[in-house]
């Protein structure tokens, strides 16, 4: 079965440092991963999604993530993080052809931007 | 930008009362997904329609929720009885296809507070 863990809870970075957050898929075949971001009681936007090509994924608001099969990691990346990056992260799979485009997410990565 | 609308944004409701919920998908939009999201956790679907057609239900509480879709555009998320444990974000999410790859668009979420 698909599943996603994201080990971190929450994330604490002062401003203008680099930020990573982590994410490990459990599929069967390469799957589509996806990270979205969901600021507090909003629904979620999409950051960035890898589906084949070239393993690192350029997204909005400066994001990028690399997609390492060996590791079945899609971790997310930030090189100078800003306050109004403070939300929650989401990291999704989704299934490979043929399946109907569900996204099983994980639990989420909290991030708190320090001054 | 086209969006994702949902109503009402906040309702309270008392355990064992009916609540609904709203959906307008981004136009052209041929498919629609209703999430829930629990505080402190990702969003788990509890409900996709291709067009009229539902086309997975298999995480929906059928003993007190239903869904619809008559006309292949707006969606109803109905819950009756309401209980404790229903207190959570419904998202109301659209995808051009139910097919792997598609980006997901979600909605600001509808809070639910059952006391």
């Known amino acids: 079965a698909q599943s996603v863990t994201q080990p971190d809870i929450h994330i604490t970075v002062s401003e203008g440092a680099s930020l990573e957050l982590r994410c490990n898929y459990s599929y069967g075949a390469t799957p589509y991963l996806f990270w979205y971001v969901q600021s507090p009681g909003q629904g979620l936007q999409l950051l960035l999604k890898y589906f084949s090509g070239d393993t690192l994924v350029q997204g909005i608001k400066g994001f990028e993530a690399e997609f390492k099969r060996s590791q079945s990691s899609f971790n997310l990346r930030k090189p100078s993080v800003h306050w109004s990056d403070a939300a929650e992260y989401f990291c999704?799979?989704?299934?490979?052809?043929?399946?109907?485009?569900?996204?099983?997410f994980g639990k989420g990565t909290k991030l708190s931007v320090k001054p | 930008e086209a969006e994702v609308a949902q109503s009402p944004r906040y309702k309270i409701t008392e355990k064992s009362q009916a609540v609904a919920f709203w959906c307008d998908p981004i136009s052209g939009h041929a498919t629609l997904y209703w999430y829930r999201q629990i505080l402190g956790q990702g969003p788990e679907l509890l409900v996709q329609?291709?067009?009229?057609?539902?086309?997975?239900d298999s995480q929906l509480p059928k003993d007190r929720f239903s869904a619809e879709r008559l006309k292949g555009v707006d969606s109803t998320l109905k819950i009756q009885p309401a209980e404790l444990g229903d207190s959570a974000m419904y998202l109301c999410?659209?995808?051009?296809?139910?097919?792997?790859?598609?980006?997901?668009?979600f909605g600001e979420g509808s809070w639910l507070t059952v006391v």
């Open positions: 999704a799979v989704g299934g490979a052809q043929g399946s109907q485009g569900n996204l099983i």
């Open positions: 999410a659209s995808s051009r296809a139910g097919r792997a790859g598609n980006t997901i668009y």
């Open positions: 329609f291709q067009d009229e057609s539902v086309v997975d």
